[in-house]
Each structure stands twice: as structure tokens, then as C-alpha cells.
């Protein structure tokens, strides 16, 4: 079959075999299926959606595009984790370190920040000096050593994911539930892990914009995993307002070494104990994840997680100096402080508008190729339900940029709503996913 009658039979709503898949995927890479053929194909599957078995299907041959990582020499079950993307979501620089120091092998290959949302790549690049382009020998290597690795997608790794990824972002065929799902079962299964807990965010900052659609996306992802023999659960978490109070590379970053060094920043701290929990549960050392959250606790009173980040750190080239006094780093030229103009309760922070006016100060890239400062960002003061009265500082802004400083913070300040009436946050944690289907979440114990 040639590529068209391939893309005229997905366009159709039919159902393709492995042939067909094969076909088109591998013809992308050797240059016998051009650009524009593989965007109308990634159009045809945005719309007609692909069933299990096609999912399955185009996450092995975008798996088998490159190299799969062989880290049996490395002892123990490892364990990643896996979040479809927020705004102010800094979830793995403390849950790393902590699965870590409970003897739970992490190898993680994370992405940039693109559009709205963040990338664990920048954060750890806001450390001078951090390397994240080791080399697959390197990557073993750290992981032999320290018990963790976290690196950027290599040229080696699902190589068909980043040229295909590329293409969906300027396609405008990102969300498609089968085509994020192969795109992060390629990368994850290519890392070299026995069992992975994912992280599918939903609401305003999150791709998946209802309930529905995230579970969708968390049972499409836990199918292919399981598929390829691997322990997969998943948790659904609301991303309607930023994750912690702070966005923006470094300064995230400061913000997680406050909670490795003991701070708790509820939202935040919630969503990374129960990722981290059911890490070292699916990993072997606790019965539950309960169990596992005890443990993660553990490693923060006893200082194992923050010497884990340390060493983390030094062996990928970080300057360790800048985590132990945070006041050397660069300032930014402008740092602006947002006052609030009434009385009343934070009702909303809307995560979506906060990630684009973070791009606009700076923090982050509307294209794979785009800049950005590491310093840069926002830190809220407030939290939704949170009470607030005139004069009180909301947020801090920090940025280099002079020409957009007043738009930005315009848009800012349009993002938090206020409220004469006394608001509950709704709940972080909405539901447990694993191969039985969804449980709702009521909190340990
Ligand atoms: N993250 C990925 O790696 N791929 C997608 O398609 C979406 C989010």
C-alpha cells in the first residue's frame, strides 16, 4: 500500500493493521513519506482516532524507531514517572531524589517546556552548570552510581516521537489521545523501566480539558504499558491554577529546594507524596503507597532526599553552590510586585493565561528552538481560597524583558479572580487509574 491509500483509508475512519502503520512511520524517517503526508496522516488520526490495538501498534514501531536501553545490570525494579504537563509543575526534582534515597531505581528522560506548560529539562538547566545531554553510556553510568538519572530525549531514543512531535506542534494535532499516548509509551519504554506511575493532569493548564478526556488518556496509556509487560498506574490531578507558587525555571527550582529541605507547600507536597508513594510501592519497598508516603516523608526529615539532589547535581555538572546558597544567582532587571485592588478570596488562578504570561516575561518558548531566561517568572503569594484585602502583594513578577513588562502583568492580573464569598479548593487528587479502571481518591488511609 502506498502512504496515500494509507491516509485516505485512517481518513475514512478505517482501522489500520501493523503493515500500514509500519509503512507510514518508517517511510517517515527514510525520507519516503514527506512532511505533508505525515501531517495529513497525524490530522486523519486527530479526527478519527486510532482504537487500542492501532495505539499498541504505533507506539512499538515508534519504540523500535530507536534504541531501547538495557539497565537489567542495574539492580532493583526501576521506576519512572511520568506528568502530561502543567504550569508550575516541578513535581520531579523533589519525587526523584526521595524515590531515590528509598532504594528505588529512577532513570527519567523528561522534556522541554513548550507552549503553556513547563519542562523539567529547563528546570535542571536553571542549575549552572547541569548537564542533561549525557550520552545513553553516561545515562547508565549516573544510574549505576547515584540511583538516579534524569536526561533529554537523545537522538537514539524513539527518534520517529521527536521528528513526529515536532510536526504535531505546528499541525495543531497535539491533543489526540493516541498519539500522546505513543508518543509517551515510545520515550518511556525505550528508558529501560520495569513500572511507571503517571501523572495525567486535567483542567484550564492541562491538555486533557475534562474528566473524561484524562481518564481516557490515563486507561489508553496504561493499556500500551501493561502491553509491554510493565507495572502502569496513574493518577488524575486538577491543574486549574499553578502547581506550588512558583513559575519559571529558577525559580521553581528554589521552590523544590525549599521542600527537600522541609518546607511543605500543600498542593504541591500532595500531588509529589502520592506519585512518590506509589513509586516506591510499584518499586518494592512498601506494601502500599501509603506505606511508600511514609517512607518519602522519611527521606526529607532524615535529609537522604536533599543530599540525593545534591549528589544528583554534582555528577551531572551542576555547580552544587548555587543549591546551597541561593542568593548568588543572577537578578532579574525587573522585579515588580502586584498588589490586589479589593477584598476577598482567591477564586481562581487560571493556569493557562499564568503559563502564556510566563512566556511572555521570558520563561518559557512557543517554539522547540525559542530562548528563554532561566530566571525568569512569576511567584504567587496566594493560593486559591486564600483570603486576600487591598494593598496585599499577589504575586512577584521577575523578568528582563522592558517592551511587554506592563501587558504581562495586565494579563496577570486579569488571571486571579477574586471573591466576596469564602472559597473551598477543590481536591487535588481526583482518582486512582490502574488496569481494574478508575477508583476515586479519598486520601490515605
Ligand atoms: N508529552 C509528550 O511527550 N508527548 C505528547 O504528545 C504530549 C505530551
Redesign the pocket.
Known amino acids: 500500500m502506498n502512504p496515500i491509500e494509507i491516509i485516505r483509508k485512517k481518513r475514512s475512519g478505517e482501522k489500520l493493521n501493523r503493515e500500514e502503520i509500519e509503512t507510514l512511520i518508517n517511510g517517515y524517517l527514510n525520507g519516503r513519506v514527506a512532511d505533508y503526508q505525515m501531517s495529513a496522516f497525524l490530522m486523519s488520526v486527530y479526527f478519527q482516532k486510532m482504537d487500542f490495538e492501532e495505539t499498541a501498534i504505533l507506539t512499538e514501531v515508534m519504540l523500535r524507531s530507536g534504541v531501547v536501553v538495557d539497565l537489567s545490570k542495574v539492580p532493583g525494579i526501576k521506576v519512572d514517572k511520568?506528568s502530561?504537563?502543567g504550569v508550575g509543575d516541578k513535581v520531579s526534582l523533589i519525587l526523584a531524589p526521595m524515590v531515590a534515597a528509598c532504594g528505588v531505581p529512577v532513570p527519567m528522560i523528561s522534556?522541554r517546556g513548550l507552549g503553556h506548560t513547563g519542562g523539567t529539562l529547563d528546570k535542571l538547566e536553571s542549575i549552572p552548570g547541569f548537564r542533561t545531554n549525557l550520552s545513553l553510556k553516561e545515562y547508565e553510568e549516573v544510574i549505576r552510581k547515584t540511583g538516579l538519572v534524569l536526561i533529554g530525549q537523545t537522538n537514539e531514543i524513539a527518534p520517529a516521537?521527536k521528528r513526529m512531535?515536532a510536526l504535531?506542534d505546528v499541525t495543531a494535532t497535539?491533543e489526540?489521545i493516541p498519539?500522546?499516548a505513543?508518543?509517551?509509551m515510545s520515550?518511556k519504554l525505550a528508558e529501560g523501566i520495569d513500572a511507571l506511575v503517571l501523572d495525567v493532569k486535567v483542567g484550564r493548564g492541562a491538555?486533557m480539558q475534562n474528566e473524561a478526556d484524562a481518564v481516557e488518556l490515563a486507561k489508553a496509556l496504561i493499556g500500551v504499558g501493561t502491553q509491554f509487560g510493565k507495572k502502569v498506574i496513574g493518577f488524575i490531578t486538577g491543574m486549574d491554577q499553578p502547581l506550588g507558587f512558583a513559575v519559571g525555571n529558577w525559580l521553581e527550582t528554589v521552590e523544590c529546594l525549599d521542600c527537600l529541605k522541609g518546607k511543605d507547600i500543600p498542593d504541591l507536597m500532595e500531588v509529589t507524596y502520592i506519585l512518590s508513594g506509589a513509586m516506591v510501592m510499584l518499586g518494592g519497598k512498601a506494601k502500599s503507597i501509603e506505606e511508600g508516603i511514609e517512607k518519602c516523608k522519611e527521606t526529607i526529615q532524615n535529609g537522604k532526599a536533599w543530599n540525593k539532589f545534591k549528589e544528583l547535581v554534582a555528577i551531572q555538572g551542576g555547580d552544587v553552590s548555587y543549591l546551597e546558597d541561593v542568593s548568588k544567582y543572577p537578578k532579574s532587571k525587573h522585579i515588580v510586585e502586584i498588589k490586589s485592588e479589593m477584598d476577598g478570596y482567591i477564586k481562581n488562578i487560571d493556569a493557562l493565561e499564568v503559563g502564556f504570561v510566563s512566556i511572555m516575561l521570558g520563561a518559557g518558548r512557543m517554539k522547540v528552538d525559542d530562548e528563554i531566561d532561566l530566571k525568569a517568572g512569576i511567584i504567587f503569594n496566594k493560593k486559591v481560597g486564600d483570603k486576600i484585602s487591598v494593598g496585599e502583594n499577589l504575586a512577584v513578577v521577575y523578568t528582563d524583558k522592558s517592551d511587554d513588562l506592563r501587558t504581562s502583568i495586565e494579563r496577570l492580573k486579569k488571571s486571579i479572580f477574586i471573591s466576596a464569598e469564602q472559597i473551598i479548593p477543590n481536591k487535588i487528587i481526583h482518582s486512582l487509574v490502574d488496569e481494574q479502571g478508575v477508583h476515586p481518591w479519598y486520601g490515605c488511609g
Open positions: 511520568h502530561t504537563g522534556g516521537d512531535y504535531r497535539v489526540s498519539l500522546i505513543g508518543s509517551i520515550k491538555f
